[in-house]
């Protein structure tokens, strides 16, 4: 049984991770097979403005669409895509038409692009709660005066305002990050676009649609969107901030100004809230090796039959046998004459691991003698056999 157990979650997520294909559409099938990379408590909203004790959680504040409460992370060759699932409505915010300010919402990945918590800065600088290292730069959406505004990417690596203004021109032109020691309020914004062509935008600026998308649920409670890995950009010295086989973490919030909270106290008050899930570990991994090492590793290309157990058995012993593709096929027991003795199974099955208990009886529920017989499992021309002594 052991054995069984490690096939199968050697190669089963395995598979699944070749097939992800995730379409940004506002449809959430396509997450049904990726994993929860966190889940997020309801209603822990806190006040991003408020006090921040040293080592305890900031204030509560009641704001239903920042609260989030699951996170799903994944890529194929190109994108690193996010999702996640919120109490109340992802991205909305008050219009100035009625009488409010314009309010701002935040749907962000902060990523530690390095696994490395010296280069970034500190999630608490943001008011972020819990507290954690390293974030170097950000894939995120602003929504703004009730619509979508830009879909973005930060760099959080300048140290102090002169480190800012000698350097965050130079190296978004050169298309540049430097992984260096950062600080939240010091951080160069851009829109990127598919021409490679950037804009650069600050917070409430005009809509630019570039390269990352989201799409949001017609209920309001589920988003998802996508971020190209070529848009975080190269170091200096040209490699991929992000890329496959690399190990990231991520740290997913949702972020508001207050004026459609329940904590909000009047029609242009401003009570911020943000919420953030424990930050995880991510490998960006590698879809097209996923695909090829799976079988060739794990598993032959179409059945194993494993060993019963117990053998020798009396009366009962149990056979396993794992697909790796669906099929159909036949699993029967003969005697040392090569008679079938008895049929188990005789239908199609899914990819998985299966198990048969067999009593030692014939297809008409005689009771067969000790002696030798042949566990056969076939699928097409090719079978697989396995021999068990039933002693008395
Ligand atoms: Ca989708
Ligand atoms: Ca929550
Ligand atoms: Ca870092
Ligand atoms: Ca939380």
Redesign the pocket.
């Known amino acids: 049984m052991k054995r069984n157990l490690l096939l199968l979650i050697m190669f089963v997520p395995l598979l699944i991770i070749g097939q992800n294909t995730i379409t940004i559409d506002g449809n959430f099938d396509d997450w049904t097979d990726v994993p929860v990379a966190m889940t ?2 309801a209603d ?1 909203v806190h006040d991003t403005d408020g006090d921040y004790a040293d080592d305890g959680a900031p204030s509560y504040v009641a704001y239903s669409d920042i609260d ?1 409460l699951e996170v799903k992370f994944t890529n194929d060759a190109d994108n690193l895509y996010g999702y996640i699932k919120a109490t109340g409505i992802i991205g909305r915010t008050s219009v100035d038409s009625l009488g409010q300010k314009a309010g701002r919402y935040y749907f962000i990945f902060t990523i530690d692009t390095d696994n490395n918590d010296i280069t970034g800065y500190r999630l608490k600088e943001g008011g972020y709660y819990p507290d954690s290292k390293g974030y170097d730069m950000n894939m995120e959406v602003e929504f703004y005066n009730g619509s979508y505004n830009t879909g973005h990417y930060l760099n959080h690596e300048f140290i102090s305002e002169a480190d800012y203004n000698a350097n965050w021109l130079n190296d978004l032109n050169n298309r540049v990050v430097r992984l260096a020691p950062g600080t939240y309020d010091w951080y160069s914004q851009w829109v990127m676009f598919p021409n490679d062509s950037v804009e650069v935008v600050v917070d409430k600026g005009p809509v630019h649609y570039g390269i990352i998308e989201i799409a949001v649920s017609e209920d309001g409670h589920e988003a998802e969107m996508v971020a190209p890995m070529w848009g975080f950009l190269k170091t200096p010295e040209g490699d991929p901030i992000i890329d496959l086989n690399r190990t990231i973490i991520v740290s997913a919030s949702l972020e508001g100004s207050g004026e459609l909270s329940e904590g909000s106290s009047g029609p242009t008050h401003s009570n911020w809230g943000s ?3 424990e930050p995880f570990t991510y490998e960006v991994k590698d879809p097209a090796t996923a695909i090829t090492l799976s079988p060739a590793v794990n598993a032959p290309d179409k059945f194993v039959l494993h060993a019963n157990y117990p053998n020798p058995f009396n009366p009962q012993t149990t056979i396993s046998y794992s697909l790796v593709k669906q099929q159909n096929i036949r699993l029967s027991i003969y005697d040392v004459n090569g008679r079938e003795v008895a049929l188990l199974v005789n239908e199609q099955k899914n990819i998985g691991n299966y198990t048969i208990n067999w009593t030692a009886k014939s297809q008409n529920g005689q009771t067969l003698p000790s002696g030798i017989y042949f566990a056969v499992l076939q699928a097409g021309n090719e079978q697989s056999v396995q021999s068990m002594l039933l002693l008395k």
Do not use: K
């Open positions: 997020d408590p822990d989030l919420d953030t899930a």
